[in-house]
């Protein structure tokens, strides 16, 4: 099954769960079986109309994926990390 890398900043939905180990086969499905366990996890990666935040990065077994990608399929083994940009100021 895939496995869900959850940044720090995202954890709060997981309850703290850093990895999540999901049954999926696409970026997508794995983001919406993330928030059938955790309510709330999804609204952290996707806006309303389904598209990824701007500010929300991507990365199957580190290598980024466009934004507009989301039905990108996932293998078994696969890792889809999501990378949380922290802006300062």
Same mark, same amino acid.
Request: net charge negative; no cysteine; charged share 25%.
């Given at each position: ?12 939905p997981t ?6 180990? *999901? ?6 499905? +794995?983001?919406? +079986? ?10 952290l990666i ?9 500010? *929300? ?9 466009? +934004? ?20 300062g100021g």
């Open positions: 099954m895939p496995l869900i890398i959850v940044p720090e900043a995202y954890r709060g309850q703290g769960l850093a990895q999540i180990e *999901v049954k999926a086969e696409s970026v997508r499905a +794995a983001l919406k +079986a993330v928030e059938s366990e955790h309510p709330g996890f999804q609204d996707l806006d309303a109309q389904g598209r990824q935040h701007r500010f *929300v990065k991507l990365f199957i077994n580190e290598e980024p994926i466009p +934004a507009d990608a989301l039905d990108t399929p996932l293998g078994d083994s696969d890792r889809l990390e999501v990378l949380a940009a922290i802006a």
